[in-house]
């Protein structure tokens, strides 16, 4: 942090005077850096984290930074194909970050001592590290599921057709949409939403379906 605000700060005086059309910036820059030289000097010092923390924080800098081009090359490109990464991106850094907080949070710690304290004194099975291994294939196999929902829904999104299904929990009056052409020609006349810039088709009126009576 302390070499970190020194750089900022000679930086930002660099750019001052070597440009002074751009003295704002460089104003910024330096104020920057000498608020972090001067927090460096009183900030606390911890233990350095586990290995595979750090890789996870490492891992959510490149994906905030990846969602921020993602997001400039969306707005530039207008390609809804970048959008659907976008999304799914977006809700992959919000989910690192809340397991960042609960790995570094004190009541993980505590009980991650508990754990290793009651590991120690119980002798172990030798049927537990099977059931552990099919419990960590189980929540493996959910997480894979949520997100290819996720991506689903990002999908379904940005191809702006709207909702596909308007009186969840039935499909236009029925349990099961019809998937025939002329029902789906009706349903799409049927539609009055205003961002609905395509029109809906069969797959998507029976995925909507089912990502709805998953998430009730």
Known sequence: MRWTGLALLMLGIADALAFPGRRADGMVAGITGLALSVASFVWPRCAPAAGWLRRLGLIAFIAVVLQGVLGGLRVVLFKDAIGIFHATLAQLFFALVCAIALFTGKGWRNLSRSAAAISDRRPVSKTSPRKAG??????VAATALILFQLILGAAMRHQHAGLAIPDFPLAYGKLWPAADPESV???NERRVEITAANPITAFQSNCK???????R
Do not use: D, E, K, S
């Not at 099919?134 to 929540?139: F, G, I, K, P």
């Not at 379906?209 to 998430?215: A, K």
């Open 185 to 187: 020609a009706r349903y």
């Open 134 to 139: 099919t419990l960590r294939q189980l929540a």
């Open 209 to 215: 379906w089912r990502i709805g009576w998953r998430r």
